[in-house]
């Protein structure tokens, strides 16, 4: 067979392959380990306009066939990614995506247009944090919080933006169709699940912040049925993440219907993981004559309803 296209295009970025790192599991010395021109896409750690110090610790968590984290978002600040993440990524070819993340709609602007500049191909807003305009709940907790931040930020801004969802909601769709109604480019479904770790020797909470978010393998089934329902209800690509810990898992993903695939937890485990899903991903494609990875987006067989409202009723 000849060679397998493995480009995507995600809300107007070309990438080479449909493999990224999530948010906050890579860094710039990942470079030291393996060639970051393999990857699809680079993703930052999410940014804060000022320097932040982040929760106290402990930050992360081990369990069962995953981790709890409560970083706290822990940033440089802009001008940190300005003089120093931004020019260092631009040696590679690899498109670049920010992370920002934000307490408010108005901080999430200024950010937004501050990190716009040459290099920079999108953003990831993270809309799935703690906000001072919510009670403290996340924007994509509610659709109606998160048409309102999204709408906002993309009339101030000409940059590709990806939302970047939360599961901590009973209504990801509609979460979902807000972001896209409000002007995303691109969904990322989904950030991580708020749990609890308890020391049963101490009875101390095993994280210093009491809770965190849960990643890794045990949360994939979860966030894949996530994929699922929102490909059926937006128009928009989707980019999923969750668990993601071989070829297999990603190809998964796509079939429910991610055009692309974030890698997180899993690069702790194994810090050429990423390498080795996309190999795995591509010898996939040629065992089953696949020409486009673009062909199996959506691609699950389904016997039973087509309405994925009368599914979702288990």
């Known amino acids: 067979m000849s060679e397998i296209d493995m480009e995507v295009s995600i809300g107007g970025v070309l990438m080479k392959n449909p493999v990224m790192p999530a948010s906050g599991t890579f860094a710039e010395e990942a470079a030291q380990i393996f060639d970051l021109n393999v990857l699809g896409a680079l993703v930052t750690k999410s940014v804060t306009r000022y320097p932040r110090m982040g929760n106290i610790g402990p930050r992360i968590a081990e369990t ?168 059926k209800k937006v128009g928009i690509p989707i980019i999923g993440c969750g668990g993601i810990c071989s070829a297999e898992d990603a190809i998964e993903y796509m079939m429910a219907g991610a055009s692309a695939v974030q890698v997180g937890t899993y690069n702790f485990v194994n810090p050429i993981g990423m390498v080795d899903i996309i190999q795995g991903m591509k010898e996939h494609a040629i065992r089953h004559k696949i020409s486009s990875l673009n062909d199996i987006v959506g691609s699950v067989c389904v016997i039973g309803p087509e309405d994925i409202d009368e599914v979702a009723t288990y």
Not at 88 to 96: A, C, G
Not at 99 to 119: C, K, R, W, Y
Not at 178 to 202: F, K, P, R, W, Y
């Open 64 to 231: 069962t066939a995953g981790m709890i984290n409560a970083v706290g978002i822990q940033s440089k600040g802009s001008q940190s990614m300005l003089n120093t993440s931004i020019p260092f990524y631009q040696q590679y070819n690899s498109p670049l995506i920010i992370s920002i993340s934000a307490d408010t709609a108005d901080e999430f602007i200024d950010l937004a247009q501050e990190l716009s500049v040459p290099g920079v191909a999108a953003l990831e807003i993270n809309i799935s944090c703690p906000n001072l305009e919510d009670d403290g709940r996340s924007y994509a907790m509610d659709p109606a919080q998160t048409f309102r931040v999204v709408d906002y930020i993309k009339k101030k801004t000409k940059i590709p933006l990806f939302a970047k969802l939360t599961p901590n909601t009973n209504a990801i769709t509609e979460v979902a169709i807000a972001a896209e109604a409000a002007g995303a480019d691109a969904v990322v479904v989904a950030n991580t699940m708020l749990s609890m770790a308890i020391d049963v020797e101490s009875r101390k909470p095993k994280i210093g912040n009491i809770m965190g978010g849960l990643s890794g393998p045990c949360i994939k089934p979860i966030i894949l049925r996530m994929v699922y329902q929102v490909y």
